[in-house]
């Protein structure tokens, strides 16, 4: 707590078979300790005084209660909390991100569903029409509900240059195992590195901008690789590069009074 005023620093209260108000109030076993401390602390009194403040703004800040609730689901409570604020790779997505919230609620739920194994969504249409800022949207909200979780950006582009396939591969398995990967030295080896990593955890990888299916295959692998509950969007203006097997969604230019630009100018222009 003496940290906590000092600095930034985020703490997170687990109350574990205690009632939080018995630490607020240390009553139960926290009046009984501090008989103890006073005891043995009595040149000390301000020590443990201090100890009575600090437990009391704890219980203060909240936090998380087991309860009558099963240990499991709090310790994934407890991972997917401490995941989302140490792990703040999000991306920037325009101020005005106008007309797309069907899409993005759309894919936010079939992300959610947990009624769904291993899948893989395709956002498809002409360039410029907003794929890429809804597959940032989507990423941002969800990435920290998984184990592992990779953006690729430009696949197309960054396939052309040397070795692009291979750097697009040791990028997805950096991400996804949160440490520097180990060299690859083809596209065949980072394959198998991939499926290795890709089958033992619940894993979220957004492929942005594929043109061709064989870059798709080349870094994503194939669908009976992931974990399940494992998901993966790819964007594409491609049509022809999507496969039978996925959650097809065509992203349509915005026209008229639904158009972004229409709906900016409204913003600024008087009633």
């Known amino acids: 707590m003496e940290r906590k005023r000092n600095t930034d620093c985020i703490i997170l209260p687990v109350f574990y078979h205690v009632d939080p108000s018995e630490v607020r109030n240390q009553t139960g076993s926290f009046a009984a300790a501090f008989v103890d401390h006073e005891k043995r602390f009595k040149k000390e009194m301000g020590q443990v005084n201090g100890w009575r403040i600090a437990l009391k703004e704890v219980a203060d800040l909240g936090g998380m209660v087991l309860g009558d609730g099963y240990e499991a689901e709090l310790v994934q409570s407890i991972v997917e909390k401490v995941s989302k604020n140490l792990d703040r790779k999000i991306f920037h997505v325009p101020l ?150 996925c959650v097809k969604c065509k992203v349509e230019p915005l026209y008229n009074k639904k158009s972004p630009a229409f709906q900016l100018a409204c913003l600024w222009m008087p009633s």
């Open 96 to 245: 005005h991100f106008i007309g797309r919230d069907h899409l993005v609620k759309y894919i936010n739920s079939w992300l959610q569903d947990g009624t769904h194994g291993a899948a893989i969504a395709i956002l498809y249409g002409i360039g410029g029409v907003g794929k890429t800022a809804i597959a940032k949207t989507v990423y941002n909200q969800n990435f920290h509900k998984f184990e592992g979780r990779s953006f690729l950006s430009n696949v197309r582009e960054r396939s052309k240059e040397s070795n692009g396939a291979v750097c697009l591969q040791r990028q997805l398995l950096s991400d996804i195992l949160n440490k520097t990967a180990d060299e690859i030295h083809d596209v065949d080896e980072g394959i198998i590195k991939i499926k290795g990593a890709l089958c033992c955890r619940r894993t979220l990888i957004v492929l942005d901008d594929v043109d061709k299916w064989y870059q798709f295959n080349a870094i994503g692998g194939m669908q009976n690789w992931l974990f399940q509950g494992s998901k993966i969007i790819v964007t594409t203006r491609n049509k022809a590069s999507i496969i039978a097997e």
